[in-house]
T-cell receptor, first 111, second 112 residues
Framework: GENVEQHPSTLSVQEGDSAVIKCTYS??????FPWYKQELGKGPQLIID?????GEKKDQRIAVTLNKTAKHFSLHITETQPEDSAVYFCAASMPGSRLTFGEGTQLTVNP | DTEVTQTPKHLVMGMTNKKSLKCEQHMGHRAMYWYKQKAKKPPELMFVYSYEKLSINESVPSRFSPECPNSSLLNLHLHALQPEDSALYLC???????????FGQGTRLTVV
């Protein structure tokens, strides 16, 4: 089955800096890669996703890049704000199959 | 509307109690999921319903019993739980093939 590794497990940045979280996946058949943000006591919120026919996708301060050859994808957050502090999960999915999650990254943005 | 609604938000139950968790979505999604999440861990898949039929049971103990009364509703019936079952229980729904999956806010379950 699919295996997703996520790094780093914790990330601390100063407000205004950029943050990058990286994930690798094992199965080349995976073609859908979402990112979720989970605040304390809440459910995961889908913030951005990318499909295997696209190399990069951007939504305001958030971007995701995908390298199919290397089987890795990354989340980029620019101009970080304290409200960006949360746990971020990457995931991968093959057609018609379940989501496989990474272990999560605790992002802390210091004012 | 990408909302998945879960009730209750919090639940404390004794080991001999019977309770139910409820989930509702109105996005027309035909796949619905139950996940269990422990602190600082990713969601762990428990059950998948596809077109109101149970398609995946991840070897979950029988003290957890899922039910899908219709395409919008998903229940999780709980009976004789153990303290180690305390966790955040998440419901999610997803459209056909590899469309987006949306999660509810979860039910924080404490078994005493």
């Amino acid at each position: 089955g699919e295996n997703v590794e996520q790094h780093p497990s914790t990330l601390s940045v100063q407000e205004g800096d950029s943050a990058v979280i990286k994930c690798t996946y094992s199965d080349s058949a995976s073609n859908y890669f979402p990112w979720y943000k989970q605040e304390l006591g809440k459910g995961p919120q889908l913030i951005i996703d990318i499909r295997s026919n696209v190399g990069e996708k951007k939504d305001q301060r958030i971007a995701v890049t995908l390298n199919k050859t290397a089987k890795h994808f990354s989340l980029h957050i620019t101009e970080t704000q304290p409200e960006d502090s949360a746990v971020y999960f990457c995931a991968a999915s093959m057609p018609g199959s379940r989501l496989t999650f990474g272990e999560g990254t605790q992002l802390t943005v210091n004012p | 509307d990408t909302e998945v609604t879960q009730t209750p938000k919090h639940l404390v139950m004794g080991m001999t109690n019977k309770k139910s968790l409820k989930c509702e979505q109105h996005m027309g999604h035909r796949a619905m999921y139950w996940y269990k999440q422990k602190a600082k861990k990713p969601p762990e898949l428990m059950f998948v319903y596809s077109y109101e039929k149970l398609s995946i049971n991840e070897s979950v103990p029988s003290r957890f019993s899922p039910e899908c009364p219709n395409s919008s509703l998903l229940n999780l019936h709980l009976h004789a739980l153990q303290p180690e079952d305390s966790a955040l229980y998440l419901c999610a729904s997803r459209g056909p093939m590899n469309t987006e999956a949306f999660f509810g806010q979860g039910t924080r379950l404490t078994v005493v």
